[in-house]
Every structure is written in structure tokens, then in C-alpha cells.
């Protein structure tokens, strides 16, 4: 079965690094997410990514993210500077199409922390 | 998107069907239910989803009465391999793309 896979699982950055977060979407989806979710709390939306573009972000997403397709089959997310607060699991998703009637499929995540 | 209310927590015995409720009193004519559950700190997994139909798939059944203002997801044979957190979501049809996932219902299946 196609699934999402998101490489590392697990990373440690010092605060002020740069990271990047990738992701390997199922091969014939056309949409791309993020979400993230700190320890206890809810899963968040962060951007959603269609046709080499940000098609919507949250206000979590400021100018410290940023997301791009470097080629056919990767998805990443940048975070320039990191801070403390960027602690989180990380998620990727796509899905085939958007709006109602779709389904997203996530991968299982990469857990960031910032020391 | 509608908001939708759930328990925080249910307990459901092994082998016996969990019913999960939902109340989406708000939700509007455009709008989809979905269901996902996460495992611990696993990904979301994606169940299943309706707009006013009864929907089953290999997993669940999904039952939303006929005014759409609550839905019940039902897990036919619970497993202990179920036991995980199930988020309740409604999603626009059109203009949409994210998924707003709200604190879902802690389901523990006991041995």
C-alpha cells in the first residue's frame, strides 16, 4: 500500500540552526500539507502546497518556514532559525485532490527538538 | 468549518463494537464528516468519511442521522490495536484543503 514517508524520525538541532524536514508524498498526489502538533497538544495545520506553490498557511507559518518541491517525488519543510517553541512532531501529508470527498494521508512524522 | 463536539474519553472491551459519537450541530449542506484516529504519536490515519449517507469501509461504519447534526463511528470488532485517539472533522466540499482537528476521543479497548 502507497504511504507517506518522512526522513529523519527523529532529529536534535541547537536553537538558531536550520532544519530541514522532508517528505516523500504517495507518488500520483498532487497536494502536499504540513501540520505539526506539540507534545500534548492538538495537531495543527501549517501549509498546504499545490502546482509549486503555497495554496494556504496558517499564522504558525511565518517567514522563519518554508516549503518546497525540489523535485518530482521530494516535499520539505525549511525552518531558517529554530527556536525552543519549534519543538513539535512534525507531519507530512498529501492527498490526490482537495475539497470535500478527499482523504489526506500522513506519514508517521518527524520529531524535532530544539535544545 | 463546523465545530464538532465528542467525549474526551471511552473505554470498549475487546471483541465488542466501539460507537464513537459526534455532534456537528452547525454543519452545513457543503460539508463533509471525516473520521482519523492517531496511535500514540503516530500520523493521523485517515478512517473514513460521509456527506449524508451511511458509509462502511474495511475499517468502520460511519452512521449520520438524517438531519447531519451528529455522526457515530463504529469499529464492528474492537482490537486492542485500536485503542488510539479519534478525531471528529467536518471539511468544507470546495476551498478547503485543511484538516482542523480538535482534541477527538481517547478510545481504550480493554483486555
Known amino acids: 500500500e502507497p504511504e507517506v514517508t518522512q526522513t529523519p524520525s527523529h532529529q536534535v538541532t541547537q536553537m538558531g540552526q536550520e532544519v530541514i524536514l522532508r517528505c516523500v508524498p504517495i507518488s500520483n498526489h498532487l497536494y502536499f500539507y504540513w501540520y505539526r502538533q506539540i507534545l500534548g497538544q492538538k495537531v495543527e495545520f501549517l501549509v498546504s502546497f499545490y502546482n509549486n506553490e503555497i495554496s494556504e498557511k496558517s499564522e504558525i507559518f511565518d517567514d522563519q518556514f518554508s516549503v518546497e518541491r525540489p523535485d518530482g517525488s521530494n516535499f520539505t519543510l525549511k525552518i531558517r532559525s529554530t527556536k525552543l517553541e519549534d519543538s513539535a512532531m512534525y507531519f507530512c501529508?498529501?492527498?490526490?485532490?482537495?475539497?470535500?470527498?478527499?482523504?489526506?494521508?500522513f506519514g508517521q512524522g518527524t520529531r524535532l527538538t530544539v535544545v | 468549518d463546523a465545530k464538532t463536539t465528542q467525549p474526551t474519553s471511552m473505554d470498549c472491551a475487546e471483541g465488542r463494537a466501539a460507537n464513537l459519537p459526534c455532534n456537528h450541530s452547525t454543519i452545513s449542506g457543503n460539508e463533509y464528516v471525516y473520521w482519523y484516529r492517531q496511535i500514540h504519536s503516530q500520523g493521523p490515519q485517515y478512517i473514513i468519511h460521509?456527506?449524508?449517507n451511511n458509509e462502511t469501509n474495511e475499517m468502520a461504519s460511519l452512521i449520520i442521522t438524517e438531519d447531519r447534526k451528529s455522526s457515530t463511528l463504529i469499529l464492528p470488532h474492537a482490537t486492542l490495536r485500536d485503542t488510539a485517539v479519534y478525531y471528529c472533522i467536518v471539511k468544507r466540499r470546495v476551498g478547503n484543503e485543511k484538516l482542523t482537528f480538535g482534541t477527538g476521543t481517547r478510545l481504550t479497548i480493554i483486555p
Open positions: 460521509g456527506l449524508k
Open positions: 501529508a498529501s492527498s490526490e485532490r482537495t475539497g470535500g470527498g478527499t482523504e489526506a494521508f
